[in-house]
């Protein structure tokens, strides 16, 4: 489990000094993916609706999480705001400007605000790419080096900033620790100086002492550059110990939406305390007289998700509003800034 580092960690403010305190702001946003069928493939026959309508915002600065389990949507939530996927429906606003449907010579100069650390530290380098190349090719793309001279600085200062040494510019990735691997990805996805990044589980495939010292950097590195991270991962302890807000997903859904302290110490949504009772506590007294929640079921199919509620079919305690339901999920403030799915406000 991670280990806290520091005694508060607090949610930045920039308003004062940037023009825009959202740093991004989703609305109403949806990715379906279609299934065709036919001898030729063309005839539209259902979709998977990945991401189903849903909104929030990020401050500037900030670290938002977003959990849920597999398969509900939260990495194609991350692709759809980087138009890596062009969303269905809905806004993406960032730093005020909508680029929802922008194509790519649009989207370019943008690349430079938005990056991307990757989930897998061993499929997301090139193997037959130098660490220093991997790091260096953002630096090229995007114009940032004058000269050969500068572009080794700053590809050294680049690794040395995510505790690697300048020598290792010339290994490749096979030389590398997987810990290691996901520091040159990180490197790569701060060399163009990125205001806001995408975590796609970064840690998730790295043992757990690794886990937090890649964590610790990510701090170090956001409040040394003033970065803001959407982190999107499956692990809460990792969640609750970087993140200053945590939106929990269910089924495309966003259900819930809280201060992470808020949301761990008094959750709303069934769904958000089962997740919360299944993060094991060290203490073996404790955790064999706590309650755990166990789902019944499975998660419904994306492609033919229920009408209202999308929670009900495992709800453990559902009420005749969450069964009898037919209007689309919607979020209410139960309390200062914390949203929770107005149909399971009273269940669980």
Not at 257 to 286: F, G, W
Not at 311 to 326: A, H, I, M
Request: glycine share 6%; proline share 7%.
């Amino acid at each position: 489990m991670v280990q806290e580092t520091k005694t508060t960690k607090e949610t930045k403010d920039n308003a004062t000094s940037d023009k825009y305190d959202n740093i991004l702001e989703v609305k109403n946003l949806k990715q379906y993916f279609p299934i065709t069928s036919g001898i030729l493939l063309q005839r539209h026959v259902n979709d998977v609706k990945a991401v189903d309508d849903i909104s929030f915002t990020i401050r500037r600065g900030e670290t938002l999480g977003l959990v849920g389990e597999s398969g509900c949507g939260k990495s194609t939530t991350g692709r759809s705001i980087l138009q890596l996927n062009s969303p269905t429906e809905g806004e993406i606003i960032f730093n005020g400007e909508n680029i929802s449907g922008w194509g790519v010579n649009q989207m370019r100069p943008l690349r430079r605000e938005m990056q991307l650390i990757f989930q897998d530290p061993y499929s997301s380098l090139n193997p037959r790419m130098t660490c220093g190349s991997i790091v260096g090719e953002p630096l090229i793309v995007h114009g940032l080096t004058g000269s050969k001279n500068e572009y080794r600085e700053k590809v050294a200062d680049l690794l040395e900033n995510v505790g690697l040494s300048p020598f290792m510019a010339d290994r490749y990735p096979h030389e590398f620790s997987g810990g290691q691997r996901q520091r040159i990805g990180i490197a790569r996805a701060i060399a163009v100086k990125p205001s806001f990044i995408v975590c796609d589980e970064p840690v998730s495939a790295l043992d757990v002492s690794i886990q937090a010292q890649v964590i610790n950097l990510m701090e170090d590195l956001q409040e040394k550059f003033d970065l803001t991270y959407l982190f999107i991962a499956h692990d809460l302890s990792v969640v609750r110990h970087i993140s200053d807000r945590i939106a929990v997903m269910y089924l495309g859904h966003i259900v819930e939406i809280a201060d992470r302290i808020e949301l761990y110490d008094n959750p709303q949504h069934p769904y958000t305390k089962a997740l919360l009772s299944a993060i094991p506590i060290p203490d073996p007294v404790i955790e064999a007289t706590r309650d755990r929640i166990v789902l019944q079921g499975d998660v419904p199919s994306p492609t033919n998700p229920p009408t209202g509620c999308v929670f009900k079919t495992r709800c453990p305690s559902p009420s005749d509003n969450c069964t009898e339901s037919e209007e689309p999920m919607h979020l209410i403030e139960v309390s200062p800034e914390h949203w929770v799915d107005a149909c399971c406000v009273n269940c669980g």
